[in-house]
T-cell receptor, first 112, second 114 residues
Framework: GEDVEQSLFLSVREGDSSVINCTYTDSSSTYLYWYKQEPGAGLQLLTYIFSNMDMKQDQRLTVLLNKKDKHLSLRIADTQTGDSAIYFCAETSYNQGGKLIFGQGTELSVKP | KAGVTQTPRYLIKTRGQQVTLSCSPISGHRSVSWYQQTPGQGLQFLFEYFSETQRNKGNFPGRFSGRQFSNSRSEMNVSTLELGDSALYLC?????????????FGPGTRLLVL
């Protein structure tokens, strides 16, 4: 079946940039998402990118998509301690009927 | 606009019991999807409802079922609970469930099966 992979942990210093990476296998992926989950909470949509785009910027967030390599990244500029959370990459496609396929999540730890 | 709400937030049940979880979508949203989140399996899709009809289904046993009402509120039911059903159950809503529509998640219901 379709698969989404992420590294499990990332640790950065406050003020640095964080880059969270994701790879996917579905060549028909149409929309790719980044969600944030804080302890004990649900999923908060951060941003998304359509598969015909290479890049999307939204304030401190930059999403890069390399469709050839099926690689997605989320860059958080000027990372703050409040950014500490688990970040999930997800994709959907017509093949999936709109259901989201999630990666395992990357736990971002921001040290002061 | 109020977000997706889920009730109850926490539940403790014993093996063999059944449980019903509720989800109220964002006003105007007609599609509701359910996901199970566990440490071992991560986030997995259960099913999606649109206009009171199940439109998509994941790979879960028949003990997991759901329904949607005419006001778009949805319930999911798990019968004959097993220890492995302990999880965070997340509900997400979108306008029509179309591919270009973002899914907004609720806070989840945390179920513990003893």
């Amino acid at each position: 079946g379709e698969d989404v992979e992420q590294s499990l942990f990332l640790s950065v210093r406050e003020g640095d940039s964080s880059v969270i990476n994701c790879t996917y296998t579905d060549s028909s992926s149409t929309y790719l998402y980044w969600y944030k989950q804080e302890p004990g909470a649900g999923l908060q949509l951060l941003t998304y990118i359509f598969s015909n785009m290479d890049m999307k910027q939204d304030q401190r967030l930059t999403v890069l998509l390399n469709k050839k390599d099926k690689h997605l990244s989320l860059r958080i500029a000027d990372t703050q301690t409040g950014d500490s959370a688990i970040y999930f990459c997800a994709e959907t496609s017509y093949n999936q009927g709109g259901k989201l396929i999630f990666g395992q999540g990357t736990e971002l730890s921001v040290k002061p | 606009k109020a977000g997706v709400t889920q009730t109850p937030r926490y539940l403790i049940k014993t093996r063999g019991q059944q449980v019903t979880l509720s989800c109220s979508p964002i006003s105007g949203h007609r599609s509701v999807s359910w996901y199970q989140q566990t440490p071992g399996q991560g986030l997995q899709f259960l099913f999606e409802y649109f206009s009171e009809t199940q439109r998509n289904k994941g790979n879960f046993p028949g003990r997991f079922s759901g329904r949607q009402f005419s006001n778009s509120r949805s319930e999911m039911n798990v019968s004959t609970l097993e220890l492995g059903d302990s999880a965070l159950y997340l509900c997400a809503s979108s306008l029509g469930g179309g591919l270009q529509e973002t899914q907004y998640f609720g806070p989840g219901t945390r179920l513990l099966v003893l």
